[in-house]
């Protein structure tokens, strides 16, 4: 039961260009989404978040939607770069109480390639 | 520099032995989650505990995976007996109790069980 879904196992987008990774959820309990950047040999780090309350936060290059309609988020990248080329995890959480408050599920990843 | 450190980095195990690897969380991080990383479901979770207790470990297969906190410096993942299937990437992470918090990550162990 994959609660956190990327349909797209990879992208590949020109230098300069926008990016766009997508995340769909399935728990409507969730309502803080975050995404990590993972390189090769390394562990995924942290980029952008977003809480339930918000629809859009922006950081630098990078802006994360959140559409909680169609339990569906979205990280744009603007302008690409090829340090960018990474794979890309949606993270989702319940951040109201219970057992489970806190724990952060992961959706599959998707491989973006910024090509010069 | 704060950051989660995880040992060994790098594990070849025959089929059949015990493997543990250790985590050492952020210091004054109260969560710690173990994940497995595959090709085909990203990052498993496989135990999560709050305050050194074990929360959720629905994940982790009972019969031979068992995660431990002896202490708040400490976190470990035992496999016993290994199988080939378990070779993947282990990740620990921690985080600070607190609403919308991330967690970070360490750098994994990679294990290949032969």
């Known amino acids: 039961d994959q609660q956190v879904k990327q349909n797209s196992p990879s992208l590949s987008v020109q230098e300069g260009r926008i990016s766009i990774l997508n995340c769909d959820y399935t728990n409507s309990m969730f309502d803080y989404f975050l995404w990590y950047k993972k390189y090769p040999a390394e562990g995924p780090t942290f980029l952008i978040s977003?809480?339930?309350?918000?629809d859009k936060n922006e950081d630098g290059r990078f802006t994360v939607f959140l559409n909680k309609s169609a339990k569906h988020l979205s990280l744009h990248i603007v302008p690409s770069q090829p340090g960018d080329s990474a794979v890309y995890f949606c993270a989702a959480s319940a951040q109201s109480g219970g057992t489970s408050y806190g724990k952060l599920t992961f959706g599959q990843g998707t491989i973006l390639t910024v090509h010069p | 520099d704060a950051r989660v450190t995880q040992t060994p980095r790098h594990k070849v195990t025959e089929m059949g032995q015990e493997v543990t690897m250790r985590c050492q969380p952020i210091l004054g991080h109260n969560t710690v989650f173990w994940y497995r990383q595959t090709m085909m479901q990203g990052l498993e979770l496989l135990a999560y505990?709050?305050?050194?207790?074990?929360?959720?470990d629905s994940g982790m297969p009972k019969d031979r995976f068992s995660a431990e906190m002896p202490d708040a410096t400490l976190a470990t993942l035992k496999i016993q007996p290994s199988e080939p299937r378990d070779s993947a990437v282990y990740f620990c992470?921690?985080?600070?109790?607190?609403?919308?918090?991330?967690?970070?990550f360490g750098q994994g162990t990679r294990l290949t069980v032969v």
């Open positions: 505990f709050r305050n050194r207790a074990p929360l959720d």
């Open positions: 977003i809480s339930s309350i918000k």
């Open positions: 992470a921690s985080g600070s109790q607190g609403l919308y918090t991330e967690a970070f």
